[in-house]
């Protein structure tokens, strides 16, 4: 099973949809004055921008629309830079470039979120943003990514993908920046199979948002509004199916998040005491998600025998989420030839280079590291060994003594 709440998906997912399926509408607007109108993406925005303490929510049909309509409504566009980290998901990478922006490639630190002194670094007169990741369900260095924010003038925007549920000394993630976002993929935190929601406390930011991913058109809409679109939007609606789902996931996130940190708990008590394996930075350990546990094996030669002999992978060869492996930005591969954004006219950084290797404190890191699934089983993300949260302790117990006796091997 690939995330914790697609694990806990039952009687409650079925009967929300029922309602909608059986009322037969299914559509983001409608009349009040309708019975079969049951308002489910509605819904659904209010609750999650109470539990992210903001104002405002909109709910997109995913995590890439939701970064993509958060740097287009915060007005990232031709001629900005916006600093990313090297350890993320494509989407933090190709939602800049979707904005005709650029990405700009930094660093991440032990907490294997960006690395503030490497932000600070990239910073040129042309930086617009600094996306923040919380990777793996940690929040990253918010305080210090904010100060650099604040110092600059510049944008923070949280890309909570994989983090929907943490928080960051007693805030939630996603409202700590000027936005941030969430996804409902099958391997978050809950999930409606896709799904995404972006989330700001700013009215100009929020009506920008609910423009662009409806047509240009202003919140909760109850028809066309010819003659009062600002700008051309797009069409990343969220339907009542997937919002009937996510609302029932949602009503299991404390269940599923104190689950995830006991398990966690249990299986980092268990190996905590191996000499020489460390452990990945949290910046907030009562904040976390608890989804992984990423251990640091003292060099590269060791963590790829312990990851070969548990039949998964260090986090430097898991895939997809890591820089080296994005052919797509190592080599420039935009969608027409002419490569915009990297010649745009607007853009004055000159010639953009990526390579591989060119983030060597983020290789190093992540050569020595191995993801443990703790109800996360993404190969993707190099979590192939771990254990699920329908796991019982006896499971937890025997893998995290599996993990204890291939470590020892080499330890
Ligand atoms: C860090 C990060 N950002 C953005 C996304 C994009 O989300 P989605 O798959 O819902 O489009 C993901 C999804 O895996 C992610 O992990």
New binding site residues.
């Given amino acids: 099973m690939p995330g914790p709440g697609m694990e806990l998906i039952g009687e409650e997912e079925k009967r929300e949809l029922l309602e909608v399926l059986e009322s037969g509408y299914l559509f983001r607007y409608g009349s009040p004055d309708n019975p079969a109108f049951k308002a489910k993406v509605y819904t659904l925005e209010q609750e999650v921008a109470k539990l992210a303490g903001v104002k405002y929510a909109v709910a997109v049909n995913?995590?890439?629309?939701?970064?993509q309509a958060a740097l287009g409504g915060l007005g990232v566009g031709p001629g900005d830079e916006v600093i990313v980290p090297g350890y993320?998901?494509?989407?933090?990478m190709s939602?800049v470039v979707y904005s005709r922006a650029i990405p700009i490639l930094a660093e991440v630190d032990r907490t294997l979120n960006l690395d503030p002194a490497d932000v600070r670094r990239k910073i040129t007169p042309r930086t617009k943003a600094i996306l923040a990741?919380?990777?793996l369900g940690n929040p990253a260095r918010l305080d210090e990514l904010k100060a650099i924010a604040d110092e600059h003038g510049l944008l923070l925007i949280e890309?909570?993908?994989?983090a929907f549920g943490a928080s960051y000394k007693g805030r939630s993630v996603g409202s700590i920046g000027h936005a941030g976002?969430?996804?409902?993929?099958i391997?978050?935190t809950i999930t409606a199979g896709?799904?995404?929601m972006v989330v700001t406390d700013d009215e100009t930011a929020y009506r920008r948002f609910f423009g662009f991913h409806d047509q240009g058109h202003s919140p909760n809409r109850t028809g066309v509004e010819v003659g009062q679109r600002p700008f051309f939007g797009v069409d990343f609606r969220m339907t009542e199916l997937t919002a009937a789902v996510l609302l029932a996931q949602l009503r299991k996130l404390d269940t599923l998040l104190s689950r995830l940190r006991i398990n966690k708990k249990r299986f980092k008590g268990t190996i905590a005491d191996i000499s020489g394996l460390e452990f990945r930075e949290i910046t907030d350990p009562e904040g976390e998600c608890a989804t992984l546990l990423t251990v640091f094996l003292p060099n590269e030669a060791v963590a790829r025998k312990v990851a070969r002999d548990l039949g998964t992978k260090v986090v430097a060869d898991s895939g997809w989420?890591v820089y080296n492996n994005m052919e797509q930005i190592l080599e420039k591969r935009t969608i027409t030839p002419e490569g915009c954004p990297y010649t745009c006219p607007y853009y004055k950084g000159g010639e953009v280079k990526y390579w591989k290797g060119m983030l060597p404190q983020t290789d190093a890191l992540l050569a020595r590291a191995i993801n443990i699934g703790i109800g996360v089983s993404?190969p993707?993300?190099g979590s192939a060994f771990g254990v699920t949260i329908r796991d019982s302790f006896d499971t937890i117990d025997a893998k995290a003594a599996e993990f204890r006796r291939v470590a020892l091997r080499y330890l």
């Fill in positions: 995913s995590g890439t629309s939701a970064l993320t998901f494509i989407a933090s939602s990741v919380h990777m890309d909570c993908a994989q976002m969430y996804s409902f993929n391997f978050k896709d799904g995404g989420h993404d993707g993300l």
